[in-house]
Each structure stands twice: as structure tokens, then as C-alpha cells.
């Protein structure tokens, strides 16, 4: 097998695409804020359906309690999905937001990754660096991340009492727009 | 290429090589130095030289307006369109006034679902009247169709209030032909089917599907984007009333592809994009409109594209048909093997009767986009995804499949390099 195709196929893909983290509903807490999201990829018919928890009990810095999800899709998508699950756990609001930045840009990257600096924050999400050699698959990487977005627009969680007092991010958005999973 | 010096239908190794000599492209090599093996002609085929040439040669010796201007470059050009129009239409078995340019098979399919809509609103007068739907009028496809030939019909069925109704298809992916009685009833106005799927290979018995509409007065629409380019198709002898194929598939250019419709069809049937080179006479609030094709055919055409089409048709021509069918029937053959690939499982026809080169199939454990990743590292592009068929493949209960398909330059030893390259997709997931 040819190396770009091995690095692509990480090992820490393959493994998180065999057991997926976050898959499966759970019965949402009551009283807790929540958000939904359908998302497609057109040219394949892969589809995520995303909830997302949040806890707004610090109403200035909200964080994703719990996230799951159904869907089907290619080992690329399942396992960015599962590895999104790990990252923004527990994490506030605005740093899935600067996390989902981050991903994007190095689906940007042609292969080529970003600073150490931002592959820390990444963390086992760095291992996608290769999928964006390939073009037709950067899509399938994003598809989670696409979902959280719109999880995190139509919840309400970014226009609540925090939002106004959230941080600029400290990190430079990429100049270029993401690309869209539609 | 001459194909006289072979007795049995198909190609000989010596034609087969001659014929991959004409296709610049398949010399190139891909992902690291590896040789390409192109199993994805369903999507769009690869274009011989002469097909290149002649467009090259159009722009640098012929390029002028057609149909209008009296000087020598627009006689050669025009001449050269029309001439290429005649090339496709006894490629087709139809005449030539019978094919309308479009922009391609959606084009084609958009422009009668349009025309009908135009007729049901009284365009066209008395003459197309009998294209007019009303509510509760039924429209019948087939759960096989390309999208292509799906949502025209849904949104012309929204437009008019027409229902739609459709065939099924049987365990294989084969249209359930034995349903014509029940599917297409008194209220059926069109039957609008394909002649081979683009994602099963199945090929469609025409026959009874025509008969049985032609019982009820219906119009039959025929999708032919997979057959022309693979089979010996004559329009005429099927009797259909229209027909699309788009030239891209047929080792043509891309922008171009052909309706074809019975004479007084098209005769009756009102436009649909209207404006120049499509009128007689011109006032301040109306126009009549030249009788077909012209009359389909507004604005300036594809028209280089459109000469390098009918060569495209002769050189398919010249290498005959039933040898292209016959040379391919042999690679369906061969890559039926698959199913002896553990995990490998065929979405359609599991035998090679009345089936293209077209193989679309599932490795359990391994989503196609991984399967065709895997595929493409070793310089064999397949196709993945849902081929445009939503539908048919709801009906297996799949989202997407990996597709390889043939063309006549498709070589046995391409397949069996895609065998091989199957037989390591489930290892390299760890699939067991």
C-alpha cells in the first residue's frame, strides 16, 4: 500500500472508526440546554444526526456536557466524529468553537498540518493531517464538525448570557472559508 | 481499426491494443508511477485522439457561426454540424431531423418534462394538446432510474398535478417488467424508463414496457446514457416516442449530448429555451418558431463539441457495435469474479445475461469510500457513492456502493488488477 494511502489510514483512525466514541443517543438530562443537528454529504449519502448537552450552569462560560450521535459513513467520517466527541466533552462552548477553527484549517493544510502549537490543541486530531491530501475526502472529516457548528448556532447556547463576554480567540482564523459539508 | 479479420463478435488482443492506443490518456500513470487502470467509464469515458483532433481542428480551420452567414467558414462549419448530427442519428438508428442538440442527457430530459408543462398550459395550440396533463394523470418510472431521470418527472408531476408511479425491481436490481399491467394503467400518459441502469448494469427489455404503453396511448421516454455507448441501440426498432444520451459517455466531449424524438412528436411539441437561431418570423409580441430540431435549439450550440460527438459516433461505428457489446460482455463476465472475493457482495445481476460492464457491489465491513480509497492507492479508479440512484439504493438498504464499469478500451487484465485490489481492501481494514 502506498505511504500517502498509510498515512491517511492512521492507526488512531482505524481504531477510533472501528469503536466509535459518542455513538448511540442517550437520554438527554431534563432541563438541560441541547441542540440537534442533521448533516449530509451529498456526493456519498453519508449523514451524522448530532446532539449536543450543554451546561449552563456558569452562564458565562457554557460547556458541552454530552455529545452523541447516529449516523453512517466511511471510517474517515465515523472516526473524525468520535475523536470531536473526545475533544469537546466537557470543554466550554467557545473552545469546541476555536477547536472546530483549528480542524478546518488543517483540512486547509494540503497535507501539510499546522504549527505544533495548534496540533497540541488538536491533539488526536492531528492524525486527519493526511486526509486532506485528498481533496474528495476532506469532506468526510468535516462532516462531525459541520454538525457541531450547527448544533452550537441553533441551540441558543451561543446567544446566551455568555456569548457577549466570551474572549476573542487568540488564535488568527484561517483567511481562506472553510469548506462547507453543503 | 478493422475488425474483419475476426470471425466471432468482440475484439482481438491486436484490435484491443490498436484501440487503447487511441486514448491518449490511458498512457498516464497515477498516484506514484502506477499505471492507471480506469473501471470508471459508467461516470464518463476517456476520448480517442481523433475525438481531440477534430475539435482542435474545428477551432483552427472551421470556426464560424452556423446557420446564419454566407461566407465559407460558416458553410464548412455548418456543414460540419449537421454533419455530425447525421453521424449520431444513424449511430442511433434514427434520422437526423429526429436528434436535437442539448447540453447534455439532463438537458434532453429537462427540455420534454419543460415542453410538456408548456403543452399543458396551452403552448403549441392545438397540436400539443395531446401532450397536455392534467391532475391525476399518471407518470410511471422505474425505482432504477438515475436522479437524471427522476427529478424531472417529480417536479413536472408537482407542476401539473400528475402522479407519479413507478416499477420496482427484483432482488437483482431488474426492473419488474411482469408489473407493465398493473404500473401503467389507462391514466398513464408517460412511462419514462432507462434502457441499462448505471448502477446494476441491468439492461431493460424494452419491448414489453413499449408494448404495454403504446396499449394505453402513453408517451415512453427512454434514459439511454448506458446503452448507446455499450450496446447496438436502434431507436427506431424500439419504437420509443423519445430518447436522451449524452456524449461524454460515448467517447465524446463533455457539454453535449442528443434527444432524440419521433418526427411528429417533435413537430407538435411547443419549446421550451427560446431566442435566437429558433424563429421564422420575429415581431414586437410574438414569434413563430422553425419546425425541429431547430425549433429546440436556441442560442449558440456546443458546436465543436458537437463535431467531435459524431466522430465519437463513427469511431464507435467503425469498430461495430456488437464487437464493442461482445468485447464487454467479456469483461462483465470477468468481473462478476468479485463475488468470489470474501465479503464482496453484487448489487444487481449476478450472471452476465442481459447485463453491461457495469458492476456496483459492497464489501461487508467496509464502507465504499474506504473501498475506492483503497482502489485508488493501487491506480484503479472506481466510482463511489450513491451513483446518483438514491432510490435503488434505499431499496437495498445501502447508502453507497464502490462501481467499476468498462468501456470498449477497458483491457481483461484492468479487471483483474480490480480483483486483486478487491481481495486487499478487507485486510487493510482489518475486516475479517
Do not use: A
Given at each position: 500500500m502506498s505511504s500517502s494511502l498509510e498515512q491517511m489510514y492512521q492507526q488512531v483512525i482505524l481504531d477510533h472508526a472501528k469503536s466509535p466514541h459518542g455513538r448511540g443517543f442517550v437520554e438527554l438530562a431534563e432541563g438541560h440546554l441541547h441542540g440537534e443537528s442533521h448533516q449530509i454529504n451529498p456526493t456519498c449519502g453519508d449523514e451524522v444526526t448530532m446532539r449536543v448537552e450543554f451546561d449552563t450552569a456558569d452562564p458565562k462560560v457554557p460547556t458541552i456536557s454530552r455529545v452523541s450521535w447516529e449516523g453512517q459513513g466511511c471510517s474517515i467520517s465515523q472516526a473524525s466524529l468520535s475523536v470531536l466527541t473526545d475533544l469537546v466533552t466537557g470543554a466550554p462552548v467557545a473552545e469546541s468553537e476555536h477547536l472546530g477553527d483549528l480542524f478546518r484549517q488543517l483540512m486547509q493544510s494540503r497535507g501539510k498540518g499546522l504549527d505544533e502549537d495548534r496540533e497540541d490543541e488538536l491533539g488526536d486530531a492531528t492524525a486527519f493531517t493526511g486526509v486532506a491530501q485528498f481533496p474528495a475526502r476532506i469532506k468526510c472529516a468535516l462532516l462531525g464538525w459541520a454538525a457541531l457548528r450547527d448544533t452550537l448556532a441553533t441551540s441558543g447556547v451561543l446567544a446566551g448570557p455568555g456569548a457577549a463576554s466570551q474572549p476573542p480567540l487568540d488564535q488568527p482564523l484561517s483567511p481562506q472559508s472553510p469548506q462547507e459539508n453543503r | 481499426m478493422t475488425t474483419t479479420d475476426t470471425v466471432r463478435a468482440g475484439l482481438s488482443a491486436t484490435e484491443l491494443a490498436a484501440v487503447r492506443a487511441d486514448?491518449?490518456?490511458?498512457a498516464r500513470t497515477v498516484r506514484g508511477g502506477r499505471p492507471l487502470v480506469y473501471l470508471d467509464s459508467g461516470a464518463t469515458s476517456q476520448k480517442p485522439q481523433v475525438v481531440l483532433d477534430t475539435e482542435v481542428d474545428f477551432y483552427e480551420e472551421r470556426n464560424a457561426a452556423v446557420h446564419r452567414g454566407a461566407h465559407q467558414l460558416a458553410e464548412e462549419a455548418t456543414e460540419a454540424f449537421e454533419d455530425a448530427r447525421s453521424a449520431v442519428a444513424r449511430f442511433v438508428g434514427a434520422d437526423a431531423d429526429e436528434i436535437v442538440w442539448t447540453s447534455g442527457a439532463t438537458a434532453a430530459i429537462n427540455l420534454v418534462t419543460y415542453a410538456l408543462s408548456n403543452a399543458t398550459i396551452g403552448r403549441g395550440g392545438e397540436a400539443a394538446r395531446r401532450f397536455a396533463l392534467a391532475p391525476g394523470d399518471e407518470i410511471v418510472l422505474t425505482e432504477a432510474e438515475h436522479h437524471a431521470n427522476l427529478v424531472p418527472w417529480q417536479e413536472l408531476a408537482a407542476r401539473t398535478g400528475a402522479v407519479l408511479r413507478w416499477f420496482g425491481v427484483d432482488d437483482e436490481g431488474r426492473i419488474r417488467v411482469d408489473e407493465a399491467a398493473s404500473v401503467i394503467t389507462e391514466r398513464t400518459r408517460v412511462v419514462a424508463f432507462t434502457h441499462a441502469s448505471n448502477v446494476t448494469g441491468a439492461i431493460t427489455p424494452v419491448a414489453p414496457i413499449v408494448a404495454r404503453a403504446q396499449e394505453v396511448g402513453a408517451l415512453t421516454f427512454l434514459d439511454a446514457c448506458q446503452s448507446v455507448p455499450h450496446l447496438p441501440v436502434d431507436l427506431h426498432a424500439l419504437d420509443v416516442d423519445f430518447a436522451a444520451f449524452s456524449g461524454h459517455k460515448m467517447l465524446g466531449p463533455t457539454g453535449v449530448g442528443a434527444l432524440y424524438g419521433r418526427r411528429e412528436l417533435l413537430e407538435a411539441l411547443p419549446p421550451v429555451t427560446t431566442g435566437g437561431s429558433m424563429i421564422e418570423v420575429v415581431t414586437m409580441t410574438e414569434a413563430s418558431y422553425m419546425p425541429p430540431p431547430q425549433r429546440f435549439e436556441a442560442g449558440t450550440q456546443a458546436v465543436a463539441q458537437i463535431v467531435g460527438l459524431g466522430v465519437a459516433a463513427q469511431y464507435l461505428e467503425e469498430l461495430g457495435m456488437e464487437n464493442v457489446a461482445a468485447h464487454e460482455h467479456d469483461l462483465a463476465v470477468e468481473m462478476l469474479k468479485i463475488a468470489d472475493v470474501p465479503g464482496v457482495r453484487i448489487i444487481g445481476p449476478r450472471t452476465p445475461e442481459d447485463r453491461l460492464a457495469v458492476v456496483s457491489f459492497v464489501v461487508e465491513g467496509v464502507h465504499a469510500h474506504d473501498v475506492g480509497q483503497v482502489l485508488d492507492a493501487a491506480g484503479i479508479a472506481v466510482r463511489v457513492g450513491h451513483h446518483c440512484a438514491q432510490p435503488l439504493h434505499r431499496r437495498f438498504g445501502i447508502a453507497a456502493t464502490a462501481r467499476a464499469s468498462a468501456s470498449v478500451y477497458t483491457t481483461s487484465e484492468d479487471v483483474v488488477a480490480f480483483r486483486e485490489g478487491l481481495a486487499g481492501v478487507r485486510a487493510f481494514f482489518s475486516v475479517d
Open positions: - | 486514448f491518449p490518456l490511458l
